[in-house]
Nanobody, 124 residues
Framework: QVQLVESGGGLVQAGDSLRLSCAASGLTFSTYDMGWFRQAPGREREFVAAISWSGGSTYYADSVPGRFTISRDNAKNTVYLQMNSLKPEDTAVYYC?????????????????WGQGTQVTVSS
């Protein structure tokens, strides 16, 4: 059974940084692409970033260019999202997910396992 556990969220001020972690178990982590999504109150879940199984390729939403960095440590079965220069509009629940299916990285339907999420709140 695949389990994803996100951590690292919290309440910060605009301009601060946070590093989210997602620990995975129940799968051969190093063979799967991984993604981060977020969902703000009253809004659809949206793509944030993704990383290939080897870490050699990364993909980002247009809303986070240069501010967020996705990385992974296959020895620790963990994927990270480093978020810098946070803005109030980054406030959301952040989810990590396993990409099970071929297709666009920004398509949530391509992902087959999701964590419970971690809350990020950025005050102005």
């Amino acid at each position: 059974q695949v389990q994803l556990v996100e951590s690292g969220g919290g309440l910060v001020q605009a301009g601060d940084s946070l590093r989210l972690s997602c620990a995975a178990s129940g799968l051969t982590f190093s063979t799967y692409d991984m993604g981060w999504f977020r969902q703000a109150p009253g809004r659809e879940r949206e793509f944030v970033a993704a990383i290939s199984w080897s870490g050699g390729s990364t993909y980002y939403a247009d809303s986070v260019p240069g501010r967020f960095t996705i990385s992974r440590d296959n020895a620790k079965n963990t994927v990270y999202l480093q978020m810098n220069s946070l803005k109030p509009e980054d406030t959301a629940v952040y989810y990590c997910a396993v990409k099970y299916y071929r297709g666009n990285y920004d398509n949530s339907g391509r992902y087959g396992a999701w964590g419970q999420g971690t809350q990020v709140t950025v005050s102005s």
